[in-house]
């Protein structure tokens, strides 16, 4: 499940929990709020402006980066939690069409 946000100007956004498949569109109960809220869109907007400086955008067939893009660092993994998701992974092959 995926939090998500949508700014749709300066005052309306849509914020919560909705992933864009098939499965989750017609079996699963997933929820969005249109909150009316210039306090919260300026919040959101500025977290998505931050955000940005980790991303690389195409416009016109080429890319423009963010000031941080390629500086990400991953949290490092304890060995026990490295173990578990890679025997999740692999317990996950065989039902992954149904996901």
């Known amino acids: 499940m995926a939090q998500s946000a ?22 699963d109960t997933e ?6 809220s210039k306090e919260l869109n300026a ?3 500025k977290e998505a402006e931050g955000d940005k400086t980790y991303s690389r955008v195409m416009e016109g067939g080429s890319y423009s980066y ?9 949290k490092d993994r304890s ?8 025997v999740l992974q692999i317990l996950a ?7």
């Open 6 to 27: 949508a700014l749709l100007d300066d005052r309306m956004c849509i914020v919560g929990f909705y992933n864009l498949d098939m499965r989750i569109t017609y079996q």
């Open 31 to 36: 929820l969005m709020l249109a909150v009316d």
């Open 43 to 45: 919040v959101i907007r």
């Open 66 to 74: 963010g000031g941080n893009y390629g500086n990400y660092v991953p």
């Open 79 to 86: 060995l026990s939690k490295k173990i578990f998701y890679w």
């Open 93 to 99: 092959i065989p039902i992954r069409r149904f996901l």
